[in-house]
């Protein structure tokens, strides 16, 4: 059996990332969030049904999103508050990317299914730069490469046109 199959999904994804060092002299914190606001995807669907209401699939296909992110440095001196510094930026695009996964569907009545479903979603890598000066004026630039990829585990209802 195949199939096509279209979906859009609200999403509160969010993963965050501190680290933190201590030079003896300052300390470095560094602090990274990212969200997933929303993500769609088109996918095309292969099925082998085993028994006469359940469809074993494979799916696979582009899938679109919106990710936020905010990174923040932050340089504490030791001696002298005065001296302190930090750096942030933020960003919100709609990325491209692929989506794979494989699923169960069963058969309740002649239009209504249920299913089970997993998927991998890929939304590119991104990289933000954040620039900032020292108290001593040294230009600095800090580079954080910002994974859209993600896994989804959905269970739901389908009507066949």
């Given at each position: 059996m195949v199939g096509i199959e279209a979906d859009f999904n609200d999403s509160q994804?969010?993963?965050?990332?501190?680290?933190?060092?201590?030079?003896?002299?300052?300390?470095d914190y560094y602090h990274h969030d990212s969200k997933v606001d929303w993500f769609s995807t088109?996918?095309?669907?292969?099925g082998y049904a085993p028994r006469q209401n359940l469809l074993l699939f494979v799916t696979g296909g582009v899938a679109m999103g919106r990710i936020e992110s905010k990174t923040r440095f932050e340089v504490d001196y030791t001696p002298n508050d005065a001296w302190d510094t930090s750096w942030s930026s933020s960003a919100r695009d709609t990325r491209f990317g692929g989506v794979v996964g494989a699923?169960?569907?069963?058969?309740?009545?002649?239009?209504?299914?249920?299913?089970?479903?997993?998927?991998?979603?890929?939304?590119?890598?991104?990289?933000?730069?954040?620039n900032g000066t020292h108290v001593n004026g040294d230009a600095k630039t800090y580079s954080v490469k910002n994974k859209g990829q993600f896994s989804a585990f959905r269970l739901g209802v389908n009507f066949r046109f």
């Open positions: 994804l969010e993963d965050s990332e501190s680290i933190y060092a201590n030079w003896g002299y300052a300390e088109l996918r095309g669907r292969i699923g169960a569907e069963y058969s309740v009545a002649s239009r209504w299914s249920v299913k089970a479903e997993y998927l991998f979603v890929d939304l590119g890598t991104k990289t933000n730069v954040v």
